[in-house]
């Protein structure tokens, strides 16, 4: 269920340390000054969450001068670096099993209907399967629902966009009229 809790624009964009994949740290505060995108994803074999991180490598060369990139899964290190982990994206990734940076996001939805919804985009579907990003054990909520937060230079709330199924995420379009701004 939603929370009315929701953040939004103009909002200041909470703060957090964590530790990547890698295993080196990072908080948001480290970014002040630059153009931020934050993904909330489902768990790391999440065919959907694999296909978008998968876009989100292709755009990165033309995109990264303008924008950083931070990836959240609700899954393990281990995990992530066996699927979405394995493609070696340029930004990093960072493991949030206990969702800790979720609550502060308000990246708590969880539905049985929007799951069903996002299955319903065949296309999108064929398109994970055919590169290859065939769903595996799930290690986190089946049901959650995606999101991501477009972070201006002054570290406010640009974009909060709560996905509306398990297969949607902001626009590369949206992203890039971001960094053109």
Not at 15 to 39: A, C, H, N, P, R
Not at 118 to 133: C, E, H, P, Q, R
């Amino acid at each position: 269920m939603p929370s009315n809790n929701r953040l939004v624009p103009k909002q200041t964009a909470p703060d957090f340390t964590v530790t990547d994949i890698q295993g080196k740290e990072w908080s948001l505060s480290d970014y002040k000054g630059k153009k931020v995108m934050l993904s909330f994803y489902r768990y790391a074999s999440c065919s959907f969450c694999n296909l978008r991180i998968a876009e989100l490598i292709k755009v990165y060369p033309e995109l990264s001068k303008d924008i950083e990139f931070l990836a959240f899964f609700q899954s393990p290190t281990e995990k992530i670096l066996s699927y979405a982990g394995s493609q070696k994206p340029p930004f990093p990734i960072f493991p949030d099993p206990e969702r800790k940076v979720y609550e502060i996001y308000q990246v708590n939805e969880s539905s049985k209907m929007k799951f069903v919804f996002g299955l319903t985009n065949i296309l999108k579907l064929v398109n994970a399967f055919s590169n290859g990003f065939i769903k595996g054990k799930k290690d986190g909520d089946l049901y959650s629902i995606p999101a991501d937060f477009l972070i201006n230079v002054d570290q406010t709330i640009h974009t909060a966009y709560y996905g509306r199924d398990i297969s949607d995420h902001i626009s590369v379009s949206a992203i890039q009229q971001f960094t053109n701004e």
